[in-house]
């Protein structure tokens, strides 16, 4: 199923205003929430998105797009606005359209599953002459979610919660709509790894944690709202570069297993920036003692433990509020210290496998003090990185070495939408061209899997980078064996990347 989301507006046009709010941030939150559920959740599913960031795209473009990419299904997403009054969620079909229509059956289905869960008034199911609908060859739906012009819609329309909730109502009523399968859920494989050196007295243990702030109120503002929700939870603050962070603490596992599980009911509550850290623990007693107990106030265990294996983890930045993937590299696992995020000890064995840390909000904000006007793709980073298991902040990096942070000062140019010089070999040849921002990240990441690893290109995604098949597949494990590889000579290719990612890590 091929689906093609288009946030209303952005760029230059900020679409409606009030309450402090405009339309063209809120459109783009809800549907980058949207695109993540699905390709989360759902199995044979592609998404296209009119814009990924506050970008300008014409009516035409939006639907032309569609069309070209010959989609099943086109979700337009909007805010309303009318006088204060007005309140409530409504859709629209294109008024050319019967009842009996797939768009009027698809509007129907998915009307009804965003009510469930958007907390606003039923103004109903309409049809329109809008452009997007009149224009596109595939079903279509555009959405209003709520009126930005009212106090109370716009106190649910601005809350990141909702936001999510009422993505996931899309995606229901879409997968309803369409009988999509929801991926398996399968727990994280246990790994038979034994450490070098072992540390007596110590265990790892797996703490969610919903929510990671910089001010001591916000996270107790938090805490507050999981109190109402018969969620316990605690403060623990943290020196993270220098920065003391607050945490909301919700509880700690002693399998990654059991954190995952509490981790998705977190997020299923409505609470989409939890996320685990892994973090070791001293035991009480480790050995069983043959002497007389001590006059102590707690008796020892008469339990013998093991150290614990390393498991892998869900790789998280501690000072973000994002996720990442499995971590192959146990030398850059989280610990409960202050170098809690990734120490790059030994180049050489830093891994191009591994989890996420930084979120896109991050990279995003790193990249824009250099140059104001760089596109914002650390969502793609993200999600591609999560979904190949490569690191994406650090391919991120590498985009930001290869274009000169976004400015494009050498033959590859922007509108080629070409972020690593894929094909790019030197003088005037400018390298691969791709159709949109998404598809350029995708190719980089792609790029990269072939390097990392001899195994077959998981199929959630069509192969889009026109070089894979070129590669040594598997012949660049780490980022300093992309010296020589993917830059010729290249000699510290690889250690300028991960330079440019330690500033990264650092810069917040």
């Known amino acids: 199923m091929k689906l093609f989301l ?28 949207i695109r993540n559920i699905i390709l989360n959740d759902y199995e044979n599913v592609q998404v296209k998105m009119s814009r990924t960031s506050d970008t300008t795209r014409s009516l035409a473009q939006r639907s032309k797009a569609a069309n070209a990419w010959n989609a099943d299904f086109f979700l337009a997403i909007h805010i309303n606005s009318a006088d204060s009054s007005a309140q409530g969620y409504e859709d629209f079909i294109y008024n050319g359209l019967s009842d009996s229509s797939k768009a009027a059956k698809y509007q129907k289905i998915i009307h009804a599953e965003v009510i469930k869960v958007s907390q606003l008034k039923d103004r109903g199911q309409k049809k329109a002459n809008f452009h997007v609908l009149r224009e596109t060859n595939m079903p279509s739906l555009l959405t209003e979610n709520g009126f930005i012009s009212n106090k109370h819609d716009a106190a649910l329309i601005k809350d990141a919660s909702w936001q999510q909730k009422v993505a996931q109502g899309h995606v229901n009523g879409i997968a309803k709509a369409f009988g999509l399968k929801r991926k398996e859920t399968k727990e994280t494989p246990k790994t038979s790894t034994t450490p070098k050196t072992t540390t007596s007295g110590t265990k790892t243990v797996y703490t969610v944690y919903v929510g990671s702030y910089k001010s001591k109120e916000n996270a107790q503002d938090r805490a507050g709202e999981l109190k109402k929700k018969s969620i316990k939870s605690s403060i623990v603050s943290t020196k993270i570069s220098g920065a003391t962070w607050y945490r909301v603490k919700e509880a700690t596992y002693t399998t990654n297993a059991k954190a995952e599980k509490r981790l998705k009911e977190i997020e299923k509550a409505g609470y989409d920036d939890a996320f685990i850290i892994t973090e070791k623990t001293n035991t009480t007693v480790t050995k069983t003692e043959t002497k007389k107990p001590t006059s102590s106030t707690s008796k020892p265990s008469t339990t013998t433990s093991k150290p614990t294996t390393p498991k892998p983890t869900t790789g998280t930045n501690p000072n ?52 104001p006007k760089a596109p914002e793709l650390g969502e793609f980073y993200q999600t591609f990185g999560k979904y190949y298991g490569i690191r994406g902040d650090v391919a991120f990096a590498q985009a930001i070495h290869e274009t000169d942070y976004f400015r494009f000062t050498g033959v590859v140019q922007p509108e080629q939408n070409n972020y690593a010089g894929i094909g790019a070999t030197g003088g005037e040849i400018r390298g691969a061209r791709f159709d949109n921002e998404e598809e350029g990240v995708l190719a980089q990441l792609q790029h990269l899997y072939a390097y990392a690893t001899t195994k077959p290109l998981p199929s959630q995604y069509p192969l889009v980078d026109p070089r894979f098949h070129l590669v040594d597949r598997g012949s660049a494990p780490t980022w300093t064996a992309l010296n020589g590889k993917w830059a010729v000579p290249g000699t510290t290719y690889g250690q300028s990347i991960l330079s440019l990612y330690q500033k990264m890590i650092h810069s917040g």
């Not at 507006?9 to 980058?32: F, V, W, Y």
């Open 6 to 33: 288009d946030p209303g507006h952005g760029g230059e046009d900020p679409g409606a205003h009030g309450n402090g709010l405009d339309e063209k941030d809120l459109t783009l939150a809800i549907a980058l929430k």
């Open 320 to 371: 973000t509020n994002t996720k990442g993937s499995t971590n192959t590299s146990p030398s850059t696992t989280p610990t409960n210290n202050t170098n809690e995020i990734p120490i790059i000890a030994d180049p050489v064995q830093f891994t191009v496998l591994g989890p996420t840390f930084l979120s896109p909000e991050q990279m995003n904000q790193f990249v824009k003090k250099v140059n």
